[in-house]
């Protein structure tokens, strides 16, 4: 199994809202990532996961909680966001954080707040 | 923080034709990757060359990198219609590890 999976495909959220991105790879993959796009710009790194522990948070607001509670889990918790918050978010793995590892990406969710 | 540029940023060709995307980056870097992107969807990993490569194949994909230059390139060659995408160079870098995407070139082929 070669796929990232991500759920809910469509997510639209009021500012007040609490809500979470899902995503999940058996690929066996000890690196995980959140990444934030915005329409005809390219992915921008948000989170780093490497077995399971937060190794990279770039910046990110708090209304932005990610987790990871197994090795093939990942969630993003989102709670107060904007509508400047609104995008597509993706998630990826790779094999191990560190050099020459491709990315692996899931389809991503498309986030909308109203 | 976006690494670099790429260039040009959109790309309309005639089935049957190549096309050439070539990207710009500013650090030291491990590799350099490129990405393709289906309007709105995941992003798909084409080919890696690492910094000590000159040039790699893969099908109808040709890289090369010049790394005195900080620049790459990519050859998409007897393009199809279903290569109509967005392409994205990608850049590990030297210090983190971490992925810094170019700004990424539309490429429509026309049929």
Redesign the interface.
Known sequence: DTE?TQTPKHLVMGMTNKKSLKCEQHMGHRAMYWYKQKA??????MF?YSYEKLS?NESVPSRFSPECPNSSLLNLHLHALQPEDSA?Y?C?SSAA????????????T?LTVL | SQQGEEDPQALSIQEGENATMNCSYKTSINNLQWYRQNSGRGLVHLILIRSNEREKHSGRLRVTLDTSKKSSSLLITASRAADTASYFCATEEDSSYKLIFGSGTRLLVRP
């Open positions: 990232v005809k710009k390219p992915p921008e790194l780093v990279i597509l993706l990826a954080e560190g050099r020459y590892n491709e990315q692996f990406f899931g389809p991503g498309r």
